[in-house]
């Protein structure tokens, strides 16, 4: 008999056989039960209501203790049966669950009872609904002293038919917060009987609500909302402490504490299941002995560069609770949710969503939220799409296969009734470059979240709002049901409280005010992106360092160093030497638009900049960075025709093109010399191509192959912003 990993999909179960299975193997459809008129008059319940469900010979009824199983798994739950369900939302016969648990789902060691049987469970407030088919057999349970009585050696020998099947409840057990409830008799509390379950279930919250939140609480209740997924009192079960939206959003961004996290990551194939680990580096958090002895300027530098996490997110509340709220309801709910973030560069989407993973993983470690898988897939690290199928599968099982057996496992396991499956989130980051032709993986990424069984919240991360409905049909998309929510492009204020914040506990104030105003509103202006604002605010830091060196020759040893610029700096209180001042931001700025990839664009032919820019109109079009080389053509031929008609010539009537290149041709010749050169279109692309600038596929030129920038778009669009002939073209950036 094979025991699941611990760090399976599931919470950690009892271990069974397929050969356990009491239902066997004949394929008998379940059958309700209905209650009798002797029910009636014996137990007060109305005719014609659900006591029980039948497959074959084999019955089961309201008040029953039973083994539910997910198919392929090898483990099993047990659960009292509080209420039958004729139809669930996918049409399956059902049932509600009240789950007991094995000590093994205890996660708080620190809590762990050390007095636990080996066939002891806990009998928890949590329950969930799961179709009739996740049944797998009877289940007893009994009070401490029946069960010795029964096996007066404490064990059931395999031999007896109540092996695997026997089991022992003396407490409950609150699983999140790690509350017991004081010991109790079996018999005395639960008969077996419907009657039991409301005054069982009320025994159980009323001896596990946790003291440590409610002591918390109050005594700083502020502090508790804000800084903890807080629970109102006596609202520990899901449905009550959903729907307190109140309280939940009141979850703001946090103050960051030091921490690792759990993750998976993709990087290089390699995967780690469930494993603490830093996705992001936590320099500037950890005061090592040599922060100490840093010059202010180093310690903005490190603050400012993009790599580091910041300890608060400003201007990103709102998303912050909005994607907190989601998932913290999917998790608790155990439902999938498929959440679509768009925003253009830079505008704090990845950031956001990494900090709202990271304090659910707080409220995990706190026993405050049930356990969750996280994964992260990022479009630019994986170079086909369908890789993203085995590295969720990885994540979810640890075992690697590859992309196509990754999709069966997956459709399986999504469709298959779970009980006890631990929920999982996906952060598809970069998601244009996992668009494939077929859409294929997008569509299952955001098609399984609704599949009853599957716990998937996916997070997909995007710069283009429509892109679901541009890669998939308006129709599909909508019946998908995203939930969707836009970050909007910072405006200068939004940069400047960003820089503040990131500048904060910086020695000196080595930045004047004016300079973070400055580069605030220039950076606004054109993109609202955090990213570019920080990284001017780090050259010029990094400028206004170079300018004290120069002006103070190297001192001997760090820390002399260290203190001359601390003097340098202060002293920069009243000169502005040694301080990044609007001057500073002003050189910065030119810097980043006369680098060597700057001027070299600059100076491209009209050709080779006309293929960029309809390169760059196209992935504006589509929301997809890969196109073909035809569909950059295309682009250009609706460009010029526009430049054309500008001047009353019509190069391409409507589409009856037959060759763009021909058109280029014809166009050429009617036009003049400047125009002439776009002929030599195909070997502009090659050109390209062999500078690095773009990736055309094969270096090929020809209308299938798959072209794509090499650089940013913003470099491409900074450099022929202001460029006259494109501006002719009618083509704005
Ligand atoms: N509100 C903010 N406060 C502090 N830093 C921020 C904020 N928003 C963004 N940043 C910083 O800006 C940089 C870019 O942010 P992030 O990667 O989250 O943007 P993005 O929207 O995911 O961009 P892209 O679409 O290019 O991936 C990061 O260094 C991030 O820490």
New binding site residues.
């Given amino acids: 008999m094979t025991r699941r990993a611990s760090l399976s999909r599931y919470l950690p179960g009892i271990a069974r056989d397929d050969s356990d299975d009491e239902l066997g193997d004949d394929d008998h459809p379940w059958e309700w039960i209905y209650s009798s008129s002797k029910d009636e008059t014996k137990k007060r319940i109305p005719r014609h209501q659900i006591i029980g469900a039948r497959m074959g010979t084999f019955e089961c009824y309201l008040g029953d203790c039973l083994l539910l199983k997910a198919e392929g798994s090898n483990e099993a739950w047990v659960a009292i049966v509080t209420e039958f369900i004729e139809s669930d939302q996918d049409g399956d016969m059902a049932a509600d669950f009240l789950w007991f648990s094995t000590e093994k789902e205890i996660r708080n060691s620190d809590r762990k009872r050390t007095d636990f049987l080996v066939n002891e469970l806990y009998i928890t407030p949590t329950s969930d609904v799961n179709p009739l088919a996740s049944i797998n057999g009877k289940a007893q349970v009994l009070s401490h002293q029946s069960f010795l009585r029964e096996y007066p050696s404490g064990k059931v020998p395999r031999s007896s038919p109540g092996y695997n099947k026997t089991f022992v409840c003396r407490r409950g057990c609150n699983i999140r917060t790690t509350t017991y409830t004081n010991e109790f008799n079996w018999d005395d509390i639960y008969s077996g009987k419907p009657e039991d379950i409301e005054d069982l279930l009320e025994l159980v919250r009323r001896e596990t609500k946790s003291t440590r939140k409610r002591r918390r609480a109050q005594e700083n209740p502020t502090a508790a909302i804000s800084s903890t997924n807080y629970h109102p009192e006596g609202e520990d079960d899901a449905d009550a402490y959903l729907s307190d939206d109140a309280v939940r959003h009141e979850v703001s961004t946090p103050r960051k504490k030091q921490k690792t996290m759990r993750v998976v990551t993709p990087s290089n194939r390699k995967i780690m299941v469930k494993k603490a680990l830093e996705f992001t580096p936590l320099g500037t958090r950890i005061l090592s002995p040599s922060h100490h002895q840093s010059s202010p300027f180093q310690i903005a530098r490190a603050q400012l560069h ?2 580091s ?2 300890t ?5 509340e709102s998303e912050f609770s909005v994607v907190y709220s989601h998932l913290e309801a999917a998790i608790t709910d155990g439902s999938g949710a498929c959440i679509y973030i768009s ?10 969503v990494r900090e709202v993973v990271s304090r659910l993983d707080d409220a995990v470690r706190s026993d405050e939220l049930d356990d969750f898988i996280f994964v992260e897939i990022n479009g630019m690290k994986i170079t086909d799409p369908h890789q993203s199928y085995s590295l969720l599968w990885e994540a979810l099982r640890g075992q690697r296969v590859s992309p196509s057996q990754a999709l069966d496992l997956l459709e399986r396991e999504f469709s298959t009734p779970s009980p006890r499956r631990v929920p999982c989130v996906v952060l598809m ?2 998601l244009d470059q996992l668009v494939t032709k077929n859409q294929s993986v997008m569509y299952n990424f955001f098609n399984w979240p609704g599949l009853r069984h599957s716990r998937l919240i996916v997070l997909a ?1 995007a ?1 283009t709002m429509d892109l679901p409905e541009r890669t998939l049909s308006n129709k599909i998309s909508s019946r998908l049901g995203l939930t969707r929510i836009t ?1 909007p492009g910072y405006n200068h204020e939004q940069l400047m409280k ?1 820089i503040q ?2 500048l904060e506990g910086v020695p000196g104030h080595i930045v004047e005010p004016d300079a973070i105003q400055f580069a605030s509103r220039k950076v606004a202006a054109v993109s609202g992106d ?2 570019r604002a ?1 990284d001017i605010c780090r050259r010029a830091v990094e400028l206004a360092e170079a300018d004290v060196r120069v002006a103070n020759p190297e001192p001997s040893t760090p820390s002399k160093r260290a203190k001359a610029l601390i003097g340098e700096a202060d002293k920069g209180k009243s000169s502005s030497r040694g301080r990044v001042t609007i001057a500073t931001v002003k050189r910065a700025i030119n810097e980043a638009t006369t680098n060597p990839l700057q001027q070299y664009l600059r100076a491209l032919p009209f050709a080779s900049k006309l293929v960029l820019a309809s390169i760059l109109v196209r992935n504006e079009r589509t929301g997809l960075s890969d196109s073909t080389y035809g569909d950059v053509l295309e682009e250009m031929s609706r460009a010029l025709l526009l430049d054309a008609g500008s001047r009353r010539v019509a190069l391409v009537k409507g589409n009856n093109m037959k060759s763009i290149n021909s058109q280029m041709g014809a166009y050429a010749r009617k036009q003049d010399t400047r125009l002439a050169r776009i002929a030599g279109i195909n070997t502009a692309a090659v050109e390209l191509t062999g500078a690095g600038i773009i990736i055309l596929e094969g270096q090929r030129a020809e209308r299938p192959s798959k072209v794509r920038l090499a650089v940013g778009d913003e470099e491409v669009k900074l450099a022929f912003r202001d460029d006259p002939e494109i501006k002719a073209l009618g083509i704005a950036f």
């Fill in positions: 993009v790599a996490v910041p608060s997110l400003p201007c990103r925003g253009t560069p830079g505008t704090g989407k990845t950031a956001t980051d970069e991360v710069n970050f960003i914040s990131r955090a990213r920080l």
